[in-house]
């Protein structure tokens, strides 16, 4: 199959084209629309970190706390969910972006032997046992130092290099971003693959600026136009040219929404006015059994971030210290740091490797297919199905966060501005009843939703035996929906708002 044709088979089905919206259509596709989103953030980023070092180190009552660890998140993971990946396209730590790449070592790449995604679950897993080592969420200071070497790490490695490794292989939160956007109903995508076809500059992934400013023929006059009319089109280097695709994904072979920043330079660069974001049907790349390559490392991000929401959850219910103290008693383990590294390296890392590797061991014993298909291959067929269980146990931690201080942001804000801070009537919590709803709703939600892709993947691989290979993995999904279920219902520690409801 060659290039043209691989882009029409897996052409998405278009949908809405939100960039003729109006309002939001020409604030996104204009030159300086992620712009305006970036330095938004970018300034509340600073207020973050001003707050974070001057302010008061009392957790719910700074900025760098409640910002990023009670409201932020769960705000995150609903917008991930209801539009995509919005928090990269305005993310502020690759604001400089521009500078850092005209500062860049021209035709220096990311080492080859780390260009996937084992950097990102080290990155994770790193991310989320300083998060419990250090309490992060009860401090300021460490937490707006967090972000200053959010700052810095990216401006480094863009400048260091010609594609966007910060992004794409090293930044936890992009990398969490992009395994829960392939859940969203937005996707960029291209209007005619016809002109791609024949576009010269590919300026989608190569941008649209050169070394020197030059004039090039084109054939093509704008999107679906015909190839009879010869325009001639300027390419420039400097403000006038509009970096490509950061990550490298090529318009008209983009399947999903993995490894998007939906930046849309590739839209701004296109010449022909033929690429842009369109809506579709929520987790379509999920379903599809060709939409991932087959690669442990994108395979055990996927599963690993699943597991990662039990413990990270687990971390604050009471079963968690009674660890503690078993562990001290009968092993004689006191120090914390050691425990947090054998409860989180078994459950983020050594048990999605087990469960993963002995349901796709088991699948392929029962359905007479273990000579046929891998362990590897099995496990990346069944990897998709883990994103929306996944989504559900985050989203059911987040809005815990987030729904037992919602309205705590207001007069945080409100003393960050020198006024006097109306607590008494921003320090509520919603019902918890009504919490557990809606987290045991995202839960069995997500759950469904996962087995629903798992048995479409059963159905490909084993058709008459899709029933025996779908139960292993069936079985996991229904244990991480029950083990997550039951930790929500027990007591856990409001984090962030502590100490001002007790």
Not at 198 to 218: F, H, I
Not at 236 to 251: D, N
Request: with cysteine.
């Amino acid at each position: 199959m060659n290039e043209r044709e691989n882009a029409i088979h897996h052409r998405p089905a278009l949908g809405i084209d939100v960039l003729r919206a109006p309002v939001v259509g020409p604030l996104l596709r204009g030159r300086y629309g992620r712009l305006v989103l970036q330095s938004v953030l970018a300034l509340m980023a600073i207020a973050l970190i001003l707050d974070g070092f001057t302010g008061p180190q009392t957790a719910a009552r700074n900025l760098a706390t409640v910002g990023p660890w009670v409201q932020f998140r769960g705000i995150a993971v609903l917008v991930l969910l209801l539009a995509g990946n919005l928090f990269c396209m305005g993310c502020p730590f690759t604001l400089p972006r521009t500078l850092a790449k005209r500062l860049s070592l021209r035709g220096r790449r990311f080492p080859q032997q780390l260009r996937n995604k084992w950097i990102s679950i080290f990155g994770l897993f790193l991310l989320f046992f300083v998060y419990e080592y250090l309490n992060l969420w009860s401090s300021p200071w460490l937490t707006a130092w967090v972000i200053v070497a959010y700052f810095l790490a990216s401006f480094v490695l863009e400048a260091l290099f010609t594609e966007s490794a910060f992004c794409k292989y090293v930044c936890p939160l992009g990398a969490f971003n992009f395994v829960y956007s392939t859940l969203s109903p937005t996707q960029i995508a291209v209007k005619s693959h016809d002109v791609c076809a024949t576009c010269v500059g590919k300026e989608c992934v190569n941008g649209s600026y050169a070394p020197q400013t030059m004039v090039r023929l084109d054939e093509i006059a704008s999107a679906g136009a015909g190839t009879d009319t010869a325009r001639a089109v300027e390419v420039e280097h400097g403000p006038g040219g509009t970096l490509g695709c950061g990550t490298e994904l090529f318009a008209p072979q983009i399947r999903g929404n993995l490894d998007c920043t939906m930046c849309l330079d590739c839209v701004r660069a296109c010449p022909h006015d033929n690429v842009s974001l369109f809506t579709r049907a929520p987790g379509r790349e999920l379903s599809r059994g060709d939409s991932w390559p087959r690669r442990w490392d994108l395979s055990l991000l996927v599963i690993a971030l699943a597991f990662m929401g039990v413990s990270n959850a687990f971390g604050m219910a009471p079963p968690y210290y009674d660890l503690q103290e078993w562990l001290a008693l009968k092993l004689g383990i006191s120090s914390e740091l050691l425990v947090l590294l054998l409860v989180f390296g078994l459950s983020n890392l050594l048990l999605p490797v087990a469960v993963a590797t002995g349901a796709a061991y088991l699948g392929r014993l029962v359905t007479g297919c273990a000579r046929r298909d891998s362990i590897r291959d099995t496990v990346a067929a069944f990897a998709p199905a883990f994103v929306p269980i996944g989504f559900g146990i985050w989203f059911a931690h987040y809005s815990f966060h987030l729904l037992t201080g919602p309205g705590l942001i207001v007069p945080v804000i409100q003393e960050f501005l020198g006024a006097v801070g109306d607590w008494q009537s921003w320090s509520f919590s919603l019902d918890l009843a009504l919490i557990g709803i809606v987290q045991f709703l995202a839960l069995i939600g997500g759950f469904l939703w996962s087995l629903r892709l798992a048995q479409k993947r059963a159905l490909r691989l084993y058709r008459r035996r899709a029933l025996p290979g779908l139960l292993p993995w069936a079985l996991v999904f229904l244990l991480l929906m029950l083990a997550a279920w039951q930790i929500f219902s027990l007591p856990m520690e409001m984090r962030g708002t502590l100490e001002l409801f007790g």
